[in-house]
């Protein structure tokens, strides 16, 4: 419960400077990734998201935070997603966040994220490369990948 009124830069705090181990580890699991990835992906969801409170651009920035990969995750279609060319993103950081929507069963939340992204993208003429999509790759392509069954 307490984790519901907590800013997500108090629960990324929280989770790297006093969970325990093992029970990060089973808070991990249940995202299907090491408590290490889960830990740096809520760092960079924090820093994502204050960027956007603050009316900071998010389109062109070449580095967004060191997430780690994951060497094994709970639903494989994301595994291949990742651009691992272009680690630091925007694109890996949509990969994530859909990964995650889905592991909390929010799927079709995260196919209306990414559509109003790509809506927006579309809006103001914003190239896909310039946000760390792999070469030859659209943004209507990720919502073709996100709305496949593992």
């Known amino acids: ?22 029970d990060k580890k089973e808070i991990a699991s249940h995202f299907g990734v090491s408590e290490k990835v889960l830990e740096t992906w809520i760092r960079t969801l924090s820093k994502v998201r204050n960027r956007c409170a603050h009316h900071n651009r998010i389109y062109g920035i070449e580095r967004f ?7 094994k995750i709970a639903l494989p279609k994301y ?9 630091d ?12 929507a889905e592991m909390i069963h929010r799927k079709t939340e ?11 993208m579309q809006d103001l003429n914003l190239k896909e490369e310039q946000m760390g ?6 943004i209507w392509d990720l919502l073709d990948e996100i709305q496949e069954s593992d």
Do not use: H, T
């Open 110 to 120: 995260s196919y209306a994220y990414v559509k109003n992204i790509g809506q927006v």
């Open 79 to 87: 595994q291949r997603l990742f651009n691992l060319d272009k680690p």
């Open 89 to 100: 993103g925007f694109y890996n950081i949509m990969v994530i966040i859909c990964y995650l």
């Open 133 to 138: 999509f792999p070469p030859g790759m659209s």
């Open 65 to 71: 935070g060191n997430f780690v990969y994951p060497k």
């Open 1 to 22: 419960m307490m984790v519901e009124i907590m800013s997500i830069g108090e629960v990324s705090r929280w989770f790297a400077d006093y969970v325990k181990l093992s």
